[in-house]
């Protein structure tokens, strides 16, 4: 929660972020776009390689996205989808995986008049989610065989890995 709060008070928004870590530190991607489908599907499967060519031992995705909660007495629709909902409400989405283990949070965001983001308000904490931003993390060992093809698409795609050893406290 401490990424998103100061990515939403220094930058106003969270950037779609994965967070690995492997047995040589953590790792961090950010996606160059998520302007649509395509690119959002191209960060999914680029994290799930990541994951399997370092040998993740867990995984964090970050995501802002949209909520559609029902109203007290009335079901939610299914056919439509959050980001269309006029009820519609920003929120952060924090999925965390390890092998076997997955738990994501759902915090939304509350602004005030003008737009600034003002603190997260309701806090939903889900032991299951599913959709293109889950199951990055592996839940089989990886051989060396497939870490090393990953690494090798990573290497074709232009995605290295400058930030292993990741330090937090690093400016």
Known sequence: MGYAGF???????????????????????????????????????TSRLIAVAYGATATAMVLESWITRAKPGRKLDPSVPPSQSPDRGECVVIQVECVGVSKTKILSIDRNAKGVFTGFGAVDNLDEAKGRFSEIMPQKPQTKENRKMAKQLLMMMGVVPENMGFNPTWN
Not at 32 to 40: D, I, L, P, S, V
């Open 7 to 45: 990515s939403m008070k220094k930058l106003g928004r969270v950037p779609p972020t994965l967070f690995v870590q492997t047995p040589g530190g953590i790792a961090v991607y950010f996606p160059e776009t998520m302007g649509n489908e395509k690119a959002k599907n191209n960060f999914a499967n």
